[in-house]
């Protein structure tokens, strides 16, 4: 989606930190979502954070909301092979009914 | 509790054919979503139903695009007279009512057109 922009790519090793990074447009997003997805599998919700909220943890996953600068992003601690997929950052505008609008996915490669 | 299911998870077709594809929602979720995704993009919006009641309808949904969900639970879509631009995976998502802003996604339908 043009409205929400993701970097193509992120390499990292096992049991390091992950960074996802996301940015969007539309300052009147109410939610914002991670979905991670797998080779030819569906989207799993991994977690979303409301637009008054500036940080949400998760178990392994932090989410920080920057509503100012329209910067979204998702840490992975400790990230395990398991974690290699597709991620998507996605918003939910408050002016467009229910529709979730998709950044184009990371892809996030855990090395052993 | 099972999750979205979608049917079939492939389907090849050649140009010009007509297919449908079922989505059936998380049980009592209210809401089901389809959306379209290409190789290497991110998923699009395509249309919405709360109930039996279609709400909301994509400019990517053409007039050979429909989708029905007849007695609010599950739901088919189906294209008509296929053209290899609409080789994609199709996408079903469903929420409760409680929770609209949680979407849950089903596998998919990997359709080619050949």
């Known amino acids: 989606g043009e409205d929400v922009e993701q970097s193509l790519f992120l390499s990292v090793r096992e049991g390091d930190s992950s960074v996802i990074n996301c940015t969007y447009t539309?300052?009147?997003?109410?939610?914002l979502y991670w979905y991670k997805q797998e080779p030819g599998a569906g989207l799993q919700l991994l977690t979303y954070?409301?637009?008054?909220?500036d940080m949400k943890q998760d178990q392994r996953l932090t989410v920080l909301l920057n509503k100012k600068d329209k910067h979204l992003s998702l840490r992975i601690a400790d990230t395990q092979t398991g974690d290699s997929a597709i991620y998507f950052c996605?918003?939910?505008?408050?002016?467009?009914?229910?529709?979730?609008?998709f950044g184009g996915g990371t892809r996030l490669m855990v090395k052993p | 509790d099972t999750g979205v299911s979608q049917d079939p998870r492939h389907k090849i077709t050649k140009r010009g054919q007509n297919v449908t594809f079922r989505c059936d929602p998380i049980?009592?979720?209210?809401?089901l979503y389809w959306y379209r995704q290409t190789l290497g993009q991110g998923p699009e919006f395509l249309t919405y139903?709360?109930?039996?009641?279609?709400?909301?309808k994509s400019r990517l949904l053409s007039d050979r695009f429909s989708a029905e969900r007849p007695k609010g639970s599950f739901s088919t879509l189906e294209i008509q007279r296929t053209e290899q631009g609409d080789s994609a995976m199709y996408l079903c998502?469903?929420?409760?009512?409680?929770?609209?802003?949680?979407?849950?996604f089903g596998p998919g339908t990997r359709l080619t057109v050949t």
């Open positions: 998502a469903s929420s409760p009512s409680y929770i609209s802003y949680e979407q849950y």
């Open positions: 539309d300052s009147s997003s109410t939610y």
């Open positions: 954070i409301f637009s008054n909220m």
């Open positions: 996605a918003e939910r505008k408050d002016n467009a009914g229910n529709m979730l609008t």
């Open positions: 049980s009592e979720h209210n809401r």
């Open positions: 139903f709360q109930n039996e009641a279609q709400l909301e």
